[in-house]
């Protein structure tokens, strides 16, 4: 059975920005997972899709998505840079500053920002990918510096072959904006989430963000 996709409930302060971003940015028409299989193909380095799409993977549950975000780790950037070739432009974000990331600027701005991705100047964006600072090749969560580990316990494999982010840890990440759309993530996912699962993301929740609303809410039960 087919389900319908679930729009975004977006606030009118979401709704300005998303607009005012297309203004200065430019047009989003992202890929979906299968889209950015294609792109990877070949690409002998780790990545895996974070975000909404990660949450989808898990539940099943079928929701709107704004973007696509992928992440691999730091170190492999230049690979990724050198498996594009000319066929996509990549561009290093960080805070709003765009400078390309190509051959003569080898680098991104900061390991820990965004590299944007689409085909020229005249096509919209389609890939959001957030590299992962690494450790020595470990995976390095973004908002808790102590936190290091084997891609392995990060992460894990649908059955279509696809690596994606762990539900807590992508739920983690979404807690410190807790918009309406991280509060549907997370509505949907806690009641599948196992209790070592759930343990780690209300302790990590409550250790970042004391007094967030969802230790009190959805993670109290």
């Known amino acids: 059975m087919t389900h319908e996709r679930e729009p975004l409930h977006r606030t009118a302060e979401e709704v300005a920005e998303d607009e005012r971003f297309f203004r200065w940015y430019g047009e989003w028409d992202p890929l979906d997972p299968d889209g950015v299989v294609a792109m990877m193909a070949g690409f002998e380095r780790p990545w895996w899709i974070v975000g909404g799409w990660s949450i ?26 050198e498996h594009v070739g000319d066929a996509w432009h990549l561009w ?29 100047a005249r096509d919209p964006w389609v ?5 992962t600072p690494d450790r020595d090749g470990l995976w390095t969560n973004k908002r808790d510096p102590d936190h290091v580990a084997p ?19 992508t739920l983690l990440y979404k807690a410190r904006l807790a918009r309406p759309k991280d509060d ?34 959805t993670m109290a039960g």
């Open 151 to 169: 891609l392995e316990d990060v992460t894990w494999v649908a059955d279509t072959g696809v690596r994606y982010q762990r539900p807590e840890v």
């Open 56 to 81: 989808e993977a898990f539940t099943g549950v079928p929701r709107e998505h704004e973007d696509v975000d992928v992440s691999l780790l730091g170190c492999d950037l230049t690979a990724f840079r």
């Open 92 to 120: 290093s974000n960080h805070g709003g500053t765009l400078r390309p990331f190509d051959d003569r600027h080898p680098e991104v701005l900061d390991v820990g920002s965004q590299v944007w991705i689409r085909r020229s």
């Open 184 to 217: 549907r993530d997370l509505a949907v996912t806690w009641p599948l989430l196992g209790a070592d699962a759930r343990a780690w993301l209300r302790e990590a929740v409550a250790r970042l963000h004391p007094g967030h609303p969802w230790l009190d809410g």
């Open 127 to 131: 890939v959001d990918m957030v590299p």
